[in-house]
């Protein structure tokens, strides 16, 4: 199969859609319209990837991880996008998204942000760019991901605070939605991940197939023309495992998502709408929607991109939820085994083939390392002594 | 099968008079029912039940305590629809909620869920044009009068297919924003009565940012009426009580029969 253009309803077979307030569909109509036309345009895509490699310093090569592989009995492969500029594959999307809201005449960009990686790409940009931004982040990851509260500050991004429900990213979502309702003219809502509302899924997705494109050709090359045998990414909307699915999804290679425990909407398998679009979604017995509960704050999210819930039911890729505790152990693993600290949030990848090191024996696995580990440095001190 | 909402307004508007609407949170409060017959005593054409959602997007800071408040007292659908049932009210009642809410119970059960409990209409702000398709056919066959939103961002050639799915009345949004009150009326308001009433002959109410009796009569002389949610509401947080309520809804009246 291949990943496909949803069309301008935005479905991937019975998920997606554009389920937003009225005010604000002519502005997904026009972002429909202007990305199609970006996407189209030689100009715009060089211009891209002029930033892609000359800024945020892609392609992140592929490592092979030597001491993890024998200690774990599979050979890890990982895709370095902690190493980009700031840290993850966010300002592969972020790019992508500033550039396209410069064309279209917006001078603002508002954003909502989890773990803050994704608030601190778009702030990274907006300074760039030359434009105002302003981040909604929720109080309780306002206290975990301090550092990244400081950089968005530092780059000149006004922070504000969701205080409403679970006051993480869920509802750090739900105020930078309220707050583009009232500003669409001049403001582009900057959406960190493959969900939302349409063209948003599709959007995201296409501006990190950059991941997959390059893990493809570089597997090719370290793997003598093959692909391997397993492709892992954690799973929080969707955005880092959705763009290295996109290089692989066409292969024989086996497609894993990797989901926290409390926030495993895939695995749970109930769809609902929120956000703007139809996917799996954690809800109680009336529709209310659940609050997730992980100790990574990019993952602490209720629901899913559209595309995940669509791979997921006709069964071309298959999520599974680890527990926090082997996240911790997963994070140190790859730490004391090849000196790279992971984001909580790519630690989950790392969990679980660490958990399934026995069905794995012998195969080849390319894990998306979405993030770098710094943020969590002091989150994990307190964890850890 | 209690009279339609598209009945009573145009009953009101063929009288000469103008539309008022109060927005009620469904459940807040253990007298919340008692507020629902203050307000249409005190002279309301209908009323909006809110039924709280978990991640009301459309909905400002007064409505989101209000949902909230709710929730956490238990507040289900299904509480708030058992509520409304026994009640005689005596003038028609349109729920307004989030697409999840009907969506999980299933379309057609939550239609004529609401139809069986004596429910005349269905707003679902999270549910444009685009997405009506199945839930309209529900509604239609059950028989519940789907309000649709117009709001100032929607280009010219949308607004005659909006106003044509819309059932009940045609609900525009006065501002492009989310609920709550404002110090003035915006001026967007007029404009959006003006070009929806410039293409339907459905009840054109405006709703959103329409805070005060002064603002309703503002607003009404292009539309057919208002919608009040917020301050409503807010009155209702602050502890008013049915006869609280009962005076917010008169004084509105008063203001649009007096004009
Ligand atoms: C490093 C990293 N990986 C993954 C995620 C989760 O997002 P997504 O599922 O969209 O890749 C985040 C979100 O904050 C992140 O910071």
């Known amino acids: 199969m291949t990943m496909t253009d949803p069309g301008p309803e935005g479905r991937f077979g019975e998920f997606g859609g554009t389920f937003v307030p009225e005010t604000l569909v002519p502005a997904c109509r026009e972002l429909d319209g202007a990305f199609r ?47 980009n500029h700031t840290g993850s594959h966010k300002i592969n999307n972020v790019l992508g998204q500033a550039l396209l809201a410069k064309r279209m005449g917006k001078t603002r960009l508002v954003a909502e942000t989890g773990a803050g990686q994704h608030g601190v790409a778009t702030a990274t940009a907006a300074a760039l760019f030359g434009m105002d931004c302003i981040v909604y982040m929720g109080e309780v990851d306002i206290v975990r991901q301090e550092l990244n ?28 939605m309220r707050y583009w309702v009232s500003v669409v003219d001049t403001t582009h809502y900057c959406l960190g991940s493959a969900m939302g509302p349409h063209p948003y899924p599709w959007m995201v997705r296409e501006f990190h197939r950059v991941i997959g494109d390059e893990a493809r050709e570089q597997c090719r090359k370290l793997l003598g023309g093959g692909v391997p045998d397993v492709v892992v990414a954690c799973v929080g909307g969707g955005s880092n495992a959705i763009g290295i699915f996109s290089g692989f999804v066409d292969t024989d290679a086996e497609l894993v998502g990797v989901e926290p425990a409390g926030g495993a909407a895939v695995t749970r398998a109930v769809p609902g709408i929120v956000h703007g679009s139809k996917s799996y979604l954690l ?65 989950h990848a790392i969990a679980w083939v660490s958990r399934a090191r026995d069905e794995l024996a012998g195969k080849t696995v390319l894990v998306n390392l979405s993030g770098r580990g710094d943020k969590d440095v002091t989150q994990m001190m307190d964890i850890l002594t | 099968m209690s009279e339609s909402l598209e009945t009573a307004l145009r009953a009101r508007r063929g009288s000469g008079g103008k539309c008022l609407v109060p927005y009620i949170t469904g459940g807040l409060g253990d007298d919340w029912i008692e507020m629902v017959r203050a307000a249409a005593a005190a002279g309301a054409d209908a009323i909006e039940i809110g039924v709280p959602f978990s991640d009301p997007v459309m909905d400002g800071p007064t409505i989101q305590l209000a949902n909230d408040r709710a929730l956490a007292a238990g507040v289900t659908p299904q509480s708030v629809l058992d509520t409304l049932r026994g009640a005689d009210i005596g003038v028609p009642t349109a729920v307004m909620t989030y697409v999840n809410l009907a969506f999980h119970n299933g379309y057609r059960r939550f239609a004529s869920n609401l139809a069986e409990a004596g429910v005349s209409g269905c707003i679902l702000p999270d549910m444009p044009l685009e997405e009506i398709g199945p839930w309209a056919a529900a509604a239609d066959a059950a028989g519940v009068e789907t309000v649709l939103l117009a709001a100032p961002t929607a280009p010219d050639e949308r607004l005659p297919r909006i106003c044509e799915r819309s059932h009940g009345f045609v609900y525009g949004v006065g501002l492009v924003g ?32 329409v805070g005060s009796p002064a603002q309703a009569v503002e607003v009404s002389e292009v539309s057919d009426g208002v919608v009040i949610g917020s301050v409503i509401v807010q009155r209702m947080l602050d502890g008013g009580g049915p006869e609280g309520v009962g005076d917010l809804v008169s004084e509105f009246r008063t203001a649009l029969d007096s004009r």
């Open chain 1, 283 to 347: 809800q109680d017995e009336w529709g209310q929607v659940l609050e997730a509960e992980s100790i990574s704050a990019g993952l602490d999210y209720p629901g899913v991109g559209p595309e995940h819930s669509h791979l997921a039911s006709i069964g071309r890729a298959r999520y599974i939820p680890v527990t926090d505790a082997e996240v911790v152990e997963a994070f140190q693993l790859l730490t004391r085994t090849e000196g790279i600290i992971p984001a909580l949030e790519s630690a």
């Open chain 1, 37 to 83: 036309d970006a996407w189209a345009d030689p100009g715009f895509r060089a211009e891209l990837n002029r930033l892609l490699t000359d800024y945020a310093g892609r392609p992140s090569p592929v490592t092979e991880c030597f001491n993890l592989s024998q200690e774990l009995g599979v050979r890890v492969l990982l895709k370095r996008e902690d190493l």
């Open chain 1, 149 to 176: 509260v400081f950089r968005m500050k530092l780059l000149g991004t006004e922070v504000r605070t969701a205080r409403s429900g679970s006051r993480t990213l869920k509802d750090a979502v739900n105020e930078a």
């Open chain 2, 178 to 209: 989310i609920t709550g009150v404002r110090s003035e009326l915006a001026h967007s308001a007029k404009v959006m009565a003006a070009r929806l009433k410039a293409i339907t002959d459905k009840p054109v109410l405006v709703g959103v940012g």
